[in-house]
T-cell receptor, first 120, second 112 residues
Framework: GAVVSQHPSWVICKSGTSVKIECRSL??????MFWYRQFPKQSLMLMAT?????????EQGVEKDKFLINHASLTLSTLTVTSAHPEDSSFYIC????????????????FGPGTRLTVT | DAKTTQPPSMDCAEGRAANLPCNHS???????VYWYRQIHSQGPQYIIH???NNETNEMASLIITEDRKSSTLILPHATLRDTAVYYC?????????????FGKGTRLSVIA
């Protein structure tokens, strides 16, 4: 199947600083990527939909000014957590769909390995 | 607002078949049943999907009831590496640009 990578895999930052997380589709082009957040022992919660060349669509309750999303190319979306606080500590996961089906199917979404953010 | 219901947890002996049920009584005619799993501290992994016929691939089999109101994911010979949270999701297959909505899933523990 198609491969999605994330960088970094884990990061520790101090309260008040900003952190950027990258999501890349390695062997396909993705016009749409999704960002999820997962707290311990909970399910994945959709944060936003990232669209190449346009503004992201945020889910209700997700602050767009705090979680900045940029999808400047067909293979890269970035999530920046601005002025991070301890309550932002979580596991952030991105996913992407291969619209051309080069992986064999155009319907599955492929997930990155996740980025664990710890804010101290 | 997941459209599926799954048991919160299940145990399975290593080497035995793991049968994970999922209820989706409000499924629409054009909605597929998808299964993903998430091993601890990793991103979800696609397993299988189907519409109304039973499906099998190298990872698992998917059995969908005739009325499509429920399904069962079967791992034929569970190993310790199959310990994970398994998510059953229903969605229209062509809605590739809409996100997957995850419920709480079933935590499968494979026991040696």
């Amino acid at each position: 199947g198609a491969v999605v990578s994330q960088h970094p895999s884990w990061v520790i930052c101090k309260s008040g600083t900003s952190v950027k997380i990258e999501c890349r589709s390695l062997d396909f082009q993705a016009t749409t990527m999704f960002w999820y957040r997962q707290f311990p022992k909970q399910s994945l919660m959709l944060m936003a939909t990232s669209n190449e060349g346009s503004k992201a669509t945020y889910e209700q309750g997700v602050e767009k000014d705090k979680f900045l999303i940029n999808h400047a190319s067909l293979t890269l979306s970035t999530l920046t957590v601005t002025s991070a606080h301890p309550e932002d500590s979580s596991f952030y996961i991105c996913s992407a769909r291969d619209p051309l089906g080069s992986s064999g199917s155009s319907y599955e979404q492929y997930f990155g390995p996740g980025t664990r953010l710890t804010v101290t | 607002d997941a459209k599926t219901t799954q048991p919160p947890s299940m145990d399975c002996a290593e080497g035995r078949a793991a049968n994970l049920p999922c209820n989706h009584s409000t499924i629409s005619g054009n909605e597929y049943v998808y299964w993903y799993r998430q091993i601890h501290s990793q991103g979800p992994q696609y397993i299988i999907h189907g519409l109304k016929n039973n499906e099998t691939n190298e990872m698992a089999s998917l059995i969908i009831t005739e009325d499509r109101k429920s399904s069962t994911l079967i791992l034929p010979h569970a190993t310790l590496r199959d310990t994970a949270v398994y998510y059953c999701i229903v969605r229209v297959a062509t809605e590739g640009n809409t996100p997957l909505v995850f419920g709480k899933g079933t935590r499968l523990s494979v026991i040696a």
